[in-house]
């Protein structure tokens, strides 16, 4: 089974910055398994970025994402107030069929 | 446009079981899975199971074999989840959610509004 790591646990910004968050795989993964989603509080997760690097429907190009093997990033650029959340990576395997990164959260500094 | 709607919050006794439904709407494809998914108190997401409704068959993490049952209804295409033996750690969040593997996320694009299932004596 996938472990997914994910740092930092929590990264304090202020609107405008930018967010970079790492998720690490115990061993390479197709970039094509590797998903991101962003979790406001109360509310169900949502799909950002899917195959690592493409963003879902109704995304603003302000996210990204990349990486490759074990190391993938998602980006956030200049953020903004509705971008403070959780953030999950999400690797897509057989058994189990979905793994979890812990998260991290990003919150106003 | 796709809607999954689930049912309303559940309170249960340690040892009892819990059914949580999600009505599916607005899907014009066949070509989907129904994840189920939970997420404790201030914790990450746990993947449950999936249901595929193309074949009628299910498949459960191994954490919850034996204690968790998906179902689906065809004729209001609305999904099933039972929990049974339930203990206090199963107190959580239930999720349904859809995977359209036609499009190749590899993700769940579609989320139920959550369920709260709280288990305690």
């Known amino acids: 089974e996938i472990v997914l790591t994910q740092s930092p646990g929590t990264l304090s910004l202020s609107p405008g910055d930018r967010a970079t968050l790492s998720c690490r795989a115990s061993?390479?993964?197709?970039?094509?398994?590797l998903a991101w989603y962003q979790q406001r509080p109360g509310q169900a997760p949502r799909l950002l970025i899917y195959?690592?690097?493409y963003r879902a429907t109704g995304i603003p190009d302000r996210f990204s994402g990349s990486g490759s093997g074990t190391d993938f990033t998602l980006t956030i650029n200049r953020l903004e107030p509705e971008d403070f959340a959780v953030f999950y990576c999400?690797?897509?395997?057989?058994?189990?069929?979905?793994?979890f990164g812990p998260g991290t959260k990003v919150d106003i500094k | 446009q796709v809607q999954l709607v689930q049912s309303g919050a559940e309170v249960k006794k340690p040892g009892a079981s819990v059914g949580v439904s999600c009505k599916a709407s607005?899907?014009?494809?066949?070509?989907?899975?129904m994840h189920w998914l939970r997420q404790a108190p201030g914790q990450g997401l746990e993947w449950m199971g999936v249901?595929?409704?193309?074949?009628?068959?299910?498949n459960y993490a191994q954490k919850f074999q034996g204690r968790v049952t998906l179902t689906r209804d065809t004729s209001t295409n609305t999904f099933y989840m039972e929990l049974s033996s339930l203990r206090s750690e199963d107190t959580a969040v239930y999720y349904c959610?859809?995977?359209?593997?036609?499009?190749?996320?590899?993700?769940?694009?579609?989320w139920g509004q959550g369920t709260t299932v709280t288990v305690s004596s």
């Open positions: 195959r690592a690097a």
């Open positions: 959610a859809s995977e359209d593997y036609s499009s190749y996320y590899y993700g769940m694009d579609v």
């Open positions: 607005g899907y014009t494809f066949p070509s989907y899975y």
């Open positions: 249901f595929n409704p193309g074949r009628a068959d299910t």
């Open positions: 061993q390479s993964v197709s970039s094509n398994y």
């Open positions: 999400q690797h897509y395997g057989s058994s189990p069929r979905f793994t």
